[in-house]
């Protein structure tokens, strides 16, 4: 990938939503009020600074951790919603009826507008759009956003659009007790599977097109993915190349060959299981830590959901890893082994920690704490090598990535490079964790776990048993 002209820092490289707050926006509705806030005025200063630089985004990519950007396709829907607002889908008006009819959520919505600083920072979105007026005007750009699919953009990441309208509101204190309550995220999981209905019909190919600048087989979009055809499961000479729907498209399969397993018969080497870069390597993690705190350390009851087994893993070992938006979305089994637990954990789609201040890139610099909060599943595998023995898979759901579909069944014999599930409409990311007393040799390719590390190939060599 190439990038822009103006170097870019660790904090904006890849994972910085802006696109700068320029001249000529126009700000929707009054200005915002300024009141106290879950992060403060140095938070403030933080974020204003980041949007000072006019930080570019690297092309075609979105944010694994938090991939949240409103391209000029959402630009696009708040005028026409604006000019035109439309009845509410029944799952948005009942998202309304529940903020209406209880006290403290219809407080939380209200505030998490409030709250925002009176500042022109805070007028727009990271994205340098016009800031949502209220929690009325949020529902109207849900209600749009979900009878529409994501269109490519080669100057703009390929975002998440509801998550791009709530990022400023998801930093004040409202904003971040509302989007912890169980009630607004049973809500929310109800749109995002209405939406994934819809990117999973037909209705949904239209921008598998081969437009030479927004459709996903056009120009610029096979320029970065110039192996598309030569690596994915596709029909070339068919419409929509034999893609059935949005959401088949995304959760294509490699063709045969494209992703050799490492070592397959020896035990003793863990392959990647997503086609993912490193964000983080823990060790000795807690069976309970403050992770909503400034370094977000691995807190194993939370990450388990209270399940006893978490108590296995004291002492251990947690790594975590960040898939990108143009890639391949499928989990695979680390190890050879059985599985002995599926769960499937509900949980938030739109919290950050207050330790973040007010992030432009949303959950992006949040991907340890969602590993306790965020709608995320745990496959559990008893491994053949009982060097490693049990170990756990768990994929982490963000934003609007947030269906973990688990593909293989408790009792089941899976062989390292073995389809565990999928994530689908986006990357996400993901954790592998062992138990104390695995001694593992990790190998990242020379670099350094972070925002700035490169993607690892799945079912190639990740650590090795010493």
């Not at 802006?18 to 700000?27: K, N």
């Not at 997503?274 to 983080?280: D, F, H, L, W």
Request: net charge negative.
């Amino acid at each position: 990938m190439k990038q822009t002209s103006e170097p870019l820092t660790p904090s904006r490289r890849d994972f910085i939503k802006l696109a700068g707050v320029g001249a000529g926006v126009t700000v929707l509705g009054p200005a915002v009020h300024s009141e106290p806030t879950a992060h403060g005025a140095g938070a403030e200063a933080a974020a204003e600074a980041v949007v000072a630089r006019h930080a570019p985004y690297r092309v075609g990519k979105w944010l694994p951790s938090d991939q949240a950007v409103l391209d000029r396709w959402l630009a696009k829907q708040i005028r026409a919603v604006d000019a035109n607002p439309k009845p509410l889908q029944p799952v948005v008006q009942e998202f309304q009826d529940l903020i209406e009819n209880d006290p403290q959520l219809y407080m939380y919505f209200h505030q998490m507008f409030e709250q925002l600083p009176n500042k022109i920072l805070f007028q727009t979105t990271p994205a340098g759009r016009p800031q949502v007026r209220d929690y009325e005007h949020m529902l109207q750009l849900i209600n749009a956003i979900l009878t529409t699919a994501p269109t490519y953009n080669k100057t703009d990441l390929v975002g998440f659009p509801i998550n791009a309208i709530l990022d400023w509101p998801m930093g004040t204190s409202g904003g971040f007790a509302a989007f912890l309550n169980e009630k607004v995220n049973a809500q929310l999981k109800k749109i995002l599977n209405y939406w994934g209905a819809f990117l999973s019909s037909p209705a949904s190919r239209y921008v598998l097109n081969d437009d030479p600048e927004n459709g996903w087989l056009g120009r610029d979009a096979m320029a970065a993915m110039p192996k598309f055809v030569d690596e994915f499961q596709c029909e070339p000479e068919q419409p929509y190349y034999g893609f059935k729907s949005w959401d088949d498209f995304f959760t294509r399969t490699f063709r045969a060959g494209q992703r050799p397993i490492a070592a397959p018969d020896d035990n003793g080497v863990i392959v990647n299981a997503c086609e993912s870069a490193p964000y983080q390597l823990a060790q000795d993690c807690q069976l309970c830590d403050r992770f909503w705190i400034k370094g977000q350390p691995y807190s194993l009851r939370h990450m388990f959901a209270n399940d006893p087994v978490a108590e296995q893993f004291i002492g251990g070992t947690v790594y975590q890893a960040f898939l990108n938006a143009l890639t391949y979305h499928r989990w695979h089994s680390p190890v050879n082994g059985k599985i002995v637990k599926v769960d499937l954990i509900d949980g938030s789609y739109y919290s950050e920690p207050p330790s973040v201040g007010y992030d432009p890139a949303g959950p992006n610099e949040s991907q340890g704490y969602i590993t306790e909060v965020a709608a995320r599943a745990s496959v559990l595998i008893e491994a053949d090598d009982p060097r490693i023995g049990l170990m756990c898979f768990m994929p982490v759901g963000m934003a609007e990535v947030s269906t973990c579909d688990v593909t293989v069944k408790v009792g089941q014999h899976v062989v390292k490079g073995e389809e565990l599930g999928m994530f689908h409409f986006g990357g996400s990311t993901h954790c592998l964790i062992f138990r104390p007393g695995v001694n593992l040799k990790f190998d990242f390719r020379g670099q350094e776990p972070g925002l700035e590390a490169e993607r690892i190939n799945i079912n190639s060599a990740i650590a090795t048993v010493q």
